[in-house]
């Protein structure tokens, strides 16, 4: 069986806070670490009312905090947002606190809208097109010390902290196999170009000091529950926080409904078509599902994400998923 790991973007829920996400986000992860799970990663998103990790590697430093043997890490920064040296910064002092289990996924898009990204104080257009050197300028500040070298990360030079190019798209596919590091694919909201930024990374890859084989990893929504139906009711608030954003006007995640609907018959396939890869059932309609994912991408590891509404059934749906991974 290949490693599973959990993508959490510490939801907020209608009627709770960001306080309270943030310790649900730690109580998976430890659940998580005892379940078996590889790596616990959160996700930079700034001014959505439903997400509580837009100061990332504050969140992750307070989970790697919580837990002993589970990797924590950034699923993703999105390094236009940010200069590479402060990057370098953050994490190496992550890495210096938690040292062998820091992970740092890199992502080109915002992760927010063009004049949220403005408020960040960065030019989206500009800095998503120096991406490359971006990375590349990263990796150097995380590497070892050259003579004469006139900037460093204090702490991060030398630390070697592991990199990962995350993506929806071709571009990301390229980059990763251009430099030798991993890849990890947002199937889990964005399936179309899945099979194709596979394919195009594995024929592409060149070794690198990191790795020296190609390393896929992709993202699915795992709703997991006693039976088919209660699973399905728990997917509804993943729903229509997809149809809210659609709209426009994301919000907090709404709690579940018995019945779906929609303004449009073009809005249903657009959500339908946007989550495909969301295995939702029992633990034998998940096991089924997952067992065909991957023997369709061939990946090394699975992201699993879940945005549940009650934390007791998303620890559960979490749990049954593991169950599934050992076997």
Do not use: C
């Amino acid at each position: 069986m290949i490693p599973y790991s959990v993508l959490d973007l510490s939801p907020i829920n209608q009627g709770s806070n960001a306080a309270r996400a943030f310790r649900n986000s730690l109580d998976l992860a430890q659940h998580a670490e005892g379940w078996g799970y590889t790596r616990f990663w959160l996700a930079e998103h700034h001014n959505m009312t439903g997400i509580a990790s837009a100061a990332t590697a504050v969140v992750i430093g307070y989970v790697a905090g919580g837990t002993k043997t589970i990797r924590v890490g950034a699923g993703g920064i999105m390094l236009p947002n940010h200069s590479p040296l402060v990057i370098a910064e953050q994490f190496g002092t992550l890495e210096s606190l938690y040292e062998g289990r820091i992970d740092l996924g890199l992502g080109r898009a915002p992760g927010s809208d063009m004049q949220t990204a403005r408020a960040l104080r960065r030019d989206p257009l500009s800095s998503a097109d120096h991406f490359p050197q971006d990375v590349l300028e990263l990796q150097a500040l995380l590497g070892p010390v050259l003579p004469n070298q006139a900037i460093r990360a204090v702490p991060g030079s030398g630390l070697e902290v592991p990199l990962w190019i995350l993506g929806s798209s071709l571009y990301g596919a390229r980059l990763a196999a251009m430099l030798g590091l991993p890849y990890a694919f947002a199937s889990h909201f964005a399936p179309d170009a899945l099979m194709q930024a596979l394919s195009l990374y594995r024929q592409n890859f060149r070794p690198s000091k990191q790795l020296d084989k190609p390393y896929a990893m992709a993202g699915v929504n795992v709703f997991a529950a006693d039976t088919d139906d209660e699973a399905q009711r728990l997917f509804t608030s993943l729903q229509q926080a997809f149809i809210a954003l659609r709209r426009g006007n994301p919000g907090p995640l709404p709690p579940p409904v018995d019945r779906m609907t929609y303004t449009a018959p073009d809005e249903r396939a657009g959500v339908e078509h946007a989550l495909q890869y969301s295995m939702v059932g029992s633990a034998d309609t998940v096991r089924k599902g997952l067992e065909a994912f991957v023997e369709q991408t061939r990946v090394d590891e699975l992201m699993l994400t879940g945005q549940i509404f009650d934390h007791a059934a998303r620890l559960k749906s979490f749990q049954i998923a593991a169950q599934l991974m050992k076997g």
